[in-house]
C-alpha cells in the first residue's frame, strides 16, 4: 500500500473520530447539551452534571407542618426576601413559597411549606350537629357529653355589645349552665296539644328544653329560655371564643324534636384563623395573599 493510499485511510479514520467524538452545544437557556455518537442523540449536559453533585443545586418539596410554631420556625428558617405566603380560603389551609418569583425574576417556585388550621375537638363536636334535629333522648345525651363547653351568661352590666344584639334581635334570654343541665335530666311540659313529654337518662326517659312559654303538668307558668353560650377553642391549641346559640323545638306526633343553631359560627372560624394569620405574618414577616397558588410554573 503506497502512501497516499495510507495517508487517505488515516485522514478518513481522523476525520471519522472527529466526527463521532462528543461535543458540547450551548443553548440559551440551559447549561449546554451533550451529542454524542451512539445514535447521535443529544442529552442535557445538566443531567451528567446532576449526577456528580455533593448536594442538590436547588432546595425542592413540599413540607407539611402540624403547628402553627411549626411552621413559623420553618418559615423562619429557609424564607428568603422573595418569599411569600398564600392563604387558601376553601381549604382553610396556608402555603409559604420559598422561591417565589418576582417581576424581575422568573421561578419555579418548587420548595414550599403548608399549615392547614387544624379545628378543635370542641368545635367539630358543636359544628357536626348545627342545625341537626334530634330526639329527646338524643339532645339530652348530647348536652350531657358537652356539658363543660357550656358558659355561664354575662350580667347585664358585663354582657358585650355583640352579644346583647344578638339576644335583642332574637327576641330571647341566655339560658344560666344550671338550666340547661335540668333541661337535660328531664321536665314534663304541656304544649297546645295538651301532650306531655317527660325523659330522663337515669330511667329511660328523656329531656325537654324550650324557647317559649308553657305550663308544666301541675299548671305552673314555665319561663324557657331560647338562648344559650358556650366557649369552646375553635382552632385545636387556640384561644377561647364566646359562641351564642339559639335553642329550638317542636312538637310532633306527640314527641318534642330539638335543635340548635350556632350563631354567626362561619364569622367565628374566619376571626379566629384572621388572627392566627396576624400572628405569622409578624413572626415570619413575610407578605400574605389571599388566594390560590400560582397556577402554571
Known amino acids: 500500500m503506497d502512501n497516499e ?13 472527529e466526527l463521532l467524538k462528543p461535543q458540547i452545544v450551548d443553548a440559551a437557556g440551559t ?8 445514535n447521535m442523540n443529544i442529552r442535557q449536559l445538566k443531567d451528567f452534571v446532576d ?8 432546595l425542592k418539596g413540599v413540607t407539611e407542618l402540624h403547628t402553627c410554631c411549626s411552621f413559623v420556625e420553618f418559615a423562619n428558617r429557609y424564607k428568603t426576601e422573595n418569599s411569600a405566603i398564600f392563604y387558601n380560603k376553601k381549604q382553610q389551609k396556608i402555603t409559604c413559597v420559598f422561591d417565589c418569583a418576582t417581576k424581575e425574576q422568573a421561578s419555579f417556585e418548587q420548595h414550599k411549606a403548608t399549615y392547614a388550621f387544624p379545628f378543635s375537638k370542641e368545635l367539630l363536636a358543636w359544628r357536626a350537629e348545627n342545625g341537626e334535629v334530634m330526639s329527646q333522648l ?11 363547653d357550656l358558659a355561664e351568661p354575662p350580667a347585664p352590666d358585663n354582657e358585650s355589645a355583640s352579644l346583647k344584639e344578638i339576644r335583642m334581635r332574637c327576641g330571647g334570654f341566655y339560658a344560666p349552665v344550671n338550666k340547661m343541665i335540668e333541661l337535660s335530666k328531664g321536665i314534663a311540659i ?3 296539644e295538651k301532650a306531655v313529654v317527660k325523659h330522663d337518662l337515669n330511667t329511660g326517659e328523656a329531656t325537654i328544653n324550650f324557647s317559649s312559654e308553657h305550663t308544666d303538668i301541675s299548671g305552673q ?8 353560650i358556650i366557649v369552646i377553642p375553635v382552632l385545636e391549641g387556640g384561644k377561647a371564643y364566646q359562641l351564642p346559640c339559639r335553642l ?27 388572627e ?14 389571599y388566594g390560590d397558588l400560582p397556577q402554571g410554573r
Open 5 to 17: 493510499i495510507r495517508n487517505d485511510i488515516v485522514a478518513m479514520r481522523e476525520t471519522m473520530e
Open 31 to 38: 447549561a449546554g447539551l451533550v451529542v454524542y455518537p451512539e
Open 51 to 58: 449526577k456528580e453533585r455533593q448536594v442538590p443545586e436547588v
Open 138 to 148: 338524643d339532645f339530652a345525651m348530647f348536652i350531657e357529653q358537652n356539658v363543660l
Open 190 to 192: 304541656r304544649a297546645d
Open 221 to 228: 307558668s314555665v319561663k324557657v329560655p331560647n338562648m344559650f
Open 248 to 274: 329550638r323545638y317542636r312538637l310532633k306526633d306527640g314527641a318534642v324534636r330539638w335543635w340548635y343553631e350556632v350563631i354567626n359560627l362561619d364569622k367565628a372560624i374566619e376571626l379566629a384563623i384572621d
Open 276 to 289: 392566627e394569620l396576624k400572628t405569622i405574618k409578624e413572626s415570619v414577616n413575610l407578605p400574605v395573599f
